[in-house]
């Protein structure tokens, strides 16, 4: 499975940006799909998940400011999962990276498919 993401740019805070990761290859195996964060000097975190089946979860931070979709072609040989940032705010300065699990994505371990990240810029 190869994952491109893109989207990323620099935003004032307030404002908004989607991402977008174009899933291509075996995507059947993908069962989940998830959206990680890493800002400058801090750890890789989550940030939210979407199941083939529409499922959603959100880290806290996050909650009710993003959004995450999943559109599935018929043919299963492209997906796309998008994530729809507002309200942005400095704190969400990060490199963001799509990521593809197997398994239910509760987990970062659980996700073996992983995109180049792409950077979000918020100016406050």
């Known amino acids: 499975v190869q994952l491109q993401a893109c989207g990323g740019g620099l935003v004032q805070a307030g404002g908004s940006l989607r991402l977008s990761c174009a899933a291509s290859g075996r995507t059947f195996s993908t069962y989940v799909m998830g959206w990680f964060r890493q800002a400058p000097g801090k750890e890789r975190e989550f940030v939210a998940r979407?199941?083939?089946?529409?499922?959603?979860?959100?880290?806290?931070s996050v909650k009710g400011r993003f959004t995450i979709s999943i559109t599935i072609s018929t043919d299963n040989a492209k997906n796309t999962v998008y994530l729809q940032m507002n309200s942005l705010k400095s704190e969400d300065t990060a490199v963001y990276y799509c990521?593809?699990?197997?398994?239910?994505?509760?987990?970062?371990?659980?996700?073996?498919?992983w995109g180049q990240g792409t950077q979000v810029t918020v100016s406050s």
């Open positions: 990521a593809g699990s197997n398994g239910l994505g509760y987990r970062e371990y659980e996700y073996i498919y």
């Open positions: 979407i199941s083939r089946s529409g499922g959603t979860y959100y880290a806290d």
